[in-house]
């Protein structure tokens, strides 16, 4: 059996392929997962096991969404990092069946002068949020959990839900709501319309008390340029109340499309 700081590093280079998971980071993590959750009252903070953090604490309402997540991540040196780069505001929606997708900010950081395979040099740093399009009766689940699983509780890590808490199943029976597992994964950065490959996209997520999900996404390699094109893949699809997914016919209800965006930094 894996020793959990081994698990935990397969998690993390799973999902943050492509940084190099260092065991400083593995101990931060690993700090972070043993302390005592501090929640506020109603408000519990889902992390995936892709990025396995921080549990149950707010996001820092005077920092961007991708700067905060990134410090509660690895501390205030990451977000000083951040902060030193090009904060990108973007606030773009676009709806995928009965789900909307948000793309809150891109982030850039340039040439630090340091190793770009084991630093934040030339990276790119974004948000999207995730929730039921309007009127959508919608129960959203975080990938890799079980629709039996406690709603908002990272087991993974060894978070106890009480007994009485309700699953995502609950919820979904509570309101008559359909189960539909979302995802914004960006795929790459594209030149003059090629898609730049080579480099493996990190991704986590967060799923908040409000019902929504954040998804974080790093972009390793990317020098500074005038714009930046990026292919998002949006997809969704519905999970019936006996867990499976409906990705197949003929009851398929995946729904998947490439959003482009180009992003310009502000003037300065």
């Known amino acids: 059996m894996m020793k959990p700081e081994q698990q935990l590093k ?4 799973r999902r943050l392929s492509g940084l190099k998971v260092t ?10 997962a043993q302390e005592k959750p501090k929640m506020k009252r109603n408000r519990v903070l889902i992390i995936s096991f892709a990025a396995v953090a921080l549990l149950g604490t707010a ?5 961007p969404a991708t700067t905060a997540w990134f410090q509660q991540l690895y501390g205030q040196k990451k977000a000083e990092t951040l902060q030193s ?4 505001p973007m606030h773009e929606t676009r709806i995928l069946g009965e789900v909307q997708y ?3 900010e891109t982030i850039h950081v340039g040439d630090t002068g340091q190793n770009e395979f084991i630093t934040d040099s030339n990276m790119l740093y ?7 399009a309007n009127g959508a009766n919608l129960v959203l689940i975080p990938e890799d959990f079980r629709i039996t699983d406690p709603a908002g509780y990272h087991i993974f890590m060894g978070e106890k839900a009480p007994e009485s808490a309700p699953s995502y199943l609950d919820l979904a029976k509570e309101k008559d709501a ?5 995802k914004a994964v960006p795929h790459g950065i594209l030149i003059d319309g090629v898609l730049q490959q080579g480099w493996e996209i990190g991704y986590s997520y967060a799923f908040d008390h409000d019902g929504s999900l954040h998804y974080y996404f790093e972009i390793p390699m990317v020098k500074t340029m005038p714009e930046y ?13 006996e867990g499976q997914w409906l990705r197949e016919e003929p009851h398929n209800t995946w729904l998947k499309e490439d959003w482009i965006v180009t992003i310009k930094p502000p003037k300065q």
């Open 10 to 13: 397969t998690a993390m280079d």
């Open 23 to 32: 065991d400083r980071h593995i101990q931060q993590v690993m700090a972070k």
């Open 59 to 63: 996001i820092a309402a005077s920092l």
């Open 85 to 88: 780069g090009t904060l990108m």
């Open 102 to 104: 948000e793309w809150l």
């Open 126 to 132: 974004g948000t999207v949020k995730i929730t039921p």
């Open 178 to 182: 359909k189960i539909v597992l979302a």
């Open 229 to 241: 094109t990026i292919l998002m893949r949006i997809n969704n699809w519905v999970i019936t109340r």
